[in-house]
């Protein structure tokens, strides 16, 4: 491995690098986002759950990993369990260091009939929204576009209902999964429409993700009929406003989806960020000329790994990547651990600074 | 009592029935399986236990997937409910016991339950924790319980931070008790790093590392 490089100096700001790529130009080198989520906190001294209910200090320790670690992009407010708090369902912040996102402790219906029942909330007050909101407000303030939410139906459901349910009734009662998913559409809608209100004449972009997807618990044919016509409705939904540009994080093994993926309607250059499980020369193959890929750095590599190891992992896939012409995005293939090495998060910045200039 | 052939008839519906995730087809062949005095013992290893080892297969092939597996799962125990009050003492006789749950931090438990499944075929004592467990609780069940093997889950990857703690704890409490890893973020190495004795890949693959475990177990007088 080689690890001595000449030394190359960045030409852009980060904010111009990001515009640059979303544009379609080329940037000076290939940009790297953070996915760090409570390891920003824990590396600023803020409690992990802090990244999640505390829209200031969220926003704050973001702020400063990104300086400390050099990386691109602005902060954002999310978490993977949406849907069951947004219903009625009951959710845990994180309360130890071993509780380290927010899961849900009850879910606001497990029978057909009370899938029935659910009424669609208002975005106003349901569950994560309010603090969403503050956090999208500061982002307001300092001139950072506010991120629309954008819900992967399938993934919200099977946090409303729980997987297992969810999944049973995809081949014993297709009828109460479709409904399920159209009520989650409908809520993801409206949350589109809400936040597009809200913060119109400030720069918006969008984002969300689905991991309950993934080829690790579905076929490729239940995603065709339970994941891609909801999606599609989202994220179609989403570039008919003329949001962009739109982030989607495609979670976990996803191998056997992506000809589907690729039938989402994400808009003009999405950015797609994949999982470390999934071979990124065939996303290359499959989105590289109409979309910007993200990704896919191992994620257990950066938690349990060297830093070396993870700049090896960089240097890969910025040589498989780097020249797509939809353009690419350095970044962890999901959400880092916070007890990640530091400098293993910093092995990421400097792959690029070694290997990511364009000439 | 049944003829050879209609007994293999029961069997071959009973795994066909958990295979094809044929629930009341299974409920109707057990209770065939008590009214025609065919040996329940036999239903289970041979048609039910045989049924889902071939479900693992088409799982590990990519034909089925979680939501098939857990229909299976399903059909497997409503065979089961019906079959095992009635096996004789010395069939109901356990291979070993386990302890099994999803981490603290981790609510997700179907992988979890499906490695459970598959302890409770091949006949182990199972003490389920469920999900989101803390982990002192793995420490005190497996001393109240004196089970052989500990078995941990977690899908994420901030939550399988929880792994070496647990371990640590629990080998520090008694030295003896076998620790085994699974869950999505898992690979060999890190149970290696971990401390773990092994490493459950999937479900079936749990049940034979148990098995050599309690085996080490016994044949180091311990178990």
Same mark, same amino acid.
């Given at each position: 491995m080689t690890l001595q490089v000449q030394p190359r100096r960045e030409t852009m700001t980060s904010d111009e690098r990001m515009s640059a790529i979303a544009r379609g130009d080329r940037p000076d080198r290939i940009p790297v986002l953070s996915f760090t989520g409570g390891f920003c906190a824990s590396i600023v001294g803020y409690p992990i759950r802090s990244i999640y209910d505390d829209p200031e200090k969220s926003f704050w320790a973001q702020t400063w990993a990104q300086e400390l670690l050099g990386h691109d992009g602005w902060p954002t407010f999310w978490y993977a369990s949406y849907g069951g708090w947004e219903f009625g369902?009951?959710?845990?912040?994180?309360?130890? &260091?071993?509780?380290?996102?927010?899961?849900?402790?009850?879910?606001? /219906?497990?029978?057909?009939?009370? %899938?029935? /029942?659910?009424? =669609?909330?208002?975005?106003?007050?349901?569950? +994560?929204?309010?603090? +969403?909101?503050?956090?999208?407000?500061?982002?307001?303030?300092?001139? =950072?576009?506010?991120? *629309?939410?954008?819900?992967?139906?399938?993934?919200?459901a099977a946090n409303m209902v729980g997987v297992d349910k969810l999944c049973r009734w995809m081949i014993k009662q297709p009828e109460a999964a479709h409904l $399920?998913? !159209?009520?989650?559409?409908?809520?993801?809608?409206?949350?589109?429409?809400?936040?597009?209100?809200?913060?119109?004449g400030h720069p918006l972009s969008a984002g969300g993700g689905c991991a309950t997807s993934s080829n690790q618990l579905i076929s490729p044919r239940q995603?065709?009929?339970? *994941?891609?016509?909801?999606?599609?409705?989202?994220?179609?939904? $989403?570039?008919?406003?003329?949001?962009?540009?739109v982030f989607c994080h495609i979670c976990g093994e996803q191998n056997q989806n992506l000809p589907y993926w690729a039938e989402v309607p994400f808009g003009e250059r999405g950015i797609l960020s994949f999982g470390g499980e999934v071979d990124l020369e065939r996303v290359m193959d499959i989105f590289g000329d109409k979309h910007i890929v993200a990704g896919n750095v191992e994620t257990r590599v950066i938690g349990e790994g060297t830093w070396r190891d993870v700049y090896e992992q960089a240097r890969v896939c910025i040589e498989k990547a780097k020249y797509a012409p939809g353009g690419y995005v350095l970044m962890a293939?999901?959400?880092?651990?916070?007890?990640?090495?530091l400098y293993n998060i910093y092995a990421l910045k400097k792959a690029v600074m070694d290997f990511g200039f364009y000439d | 009592m049944a003829t050879e052939a209609r007994k293999k008839e029961i069997l071959k519906g009973l795994y066909d029935g958990v295979v094809e995730f044929d629930e009341d087809k299974v409920v109707e062949l057990s209770n065939a399986v008590l009214a025609e005095d065919v040996d329940a013992y036999e239903a289970i290893m041979d048609g039910l236990a045989a049924g889902m080892e071939h479900v693992g297969d088409l799982y590990a092939n990519q034909e089925y997937f979680v939501p098939e597996v857990l229909m299976c799962s399903d059909a497997l125990y409503a065979g089961l409910d019906i079959l095992r009050p009635h096996l004789s003492g010395k069939e109901a006789d356990v291979r070993g016991q386990v302890v099994i749950g999803t981490v603290e931090g981790d609510v997700?438990? =179907?992988?979890?339950?499906? %490695?459970?499944?598959?302890?409770?075929?091949?006949?182990?004592? %199972?003490?389920?924790?469920?999900?989101?467990?803390?982990? &002192?609780?793995? *420490?005190?069940?497996?001393?109240?319980?004196?089970? &052989? =093997?500990?078995?941990? !889950?977690a899908l994420m990857t901030t939550s399988m931070l929880a792994m070496p703690k647990v371990i640590e704890m629990i080998k520090a409490r008694n030295p003896d008790a076998m620790i085994m890893v699974g869950g999505a973020p898992i690979s060999q190495e890190v149970a290696d790093n971990y401390g773990a004795d092994g490493y459950a890949q999937n479900a079936a693959n749990a049940v034979q590392e148990a098995i050599q475990m309690v085996s080490r177990l016994r044949e180091m007088g311990k178990a």
């Open positions: 369902g009951e959710i845990r912040m994180p309360q130890s &260091e071993l509780d380290q996102a927010p899961v849900l402790t009850r879910f606001p /219906a497990r029978t057909p009939e009370e %899938v029935e /029942a659910l009424e =669609i909330p208002d975005v106003e007050t349901a569950g +994560y929204f309010p603090l +969403y909101t503050e956090f999208a407000r500061i982002q307001q303030q300092f001139g =950072i576009p506010v991120m *629309v939410p954008a819900w992967g139906p399938f993934t919200a $399920l998913l !159209s009520k989650v559409v409908a809520f993801a809608k409206r949350i589109i429409d809400y936040f597009l209100d809200l913060f119109r995603f065709e009929e339970f *994941v891609l016509p909801h999606h599609s409705e989202v994220y179609g939904h $989403l570039s008919g406003k003329g949001i962009k540009p293939g999901c959400d880092i651990p916070p007890s990640s090495p | 997700h438990d =179907i992988g979890k339950n499906l %490695v459970k499944m598959m302890f409770d075929v091949a006949g182990f004592e %199972v003490h389920d924790l469920g999900r989101d467990v803390k982990l &002192e609780k793995f *420490v005190e069940e497996q001393m109240k319980t004196d089970s &052989e =093997i500990v078995a941990l !889950s």
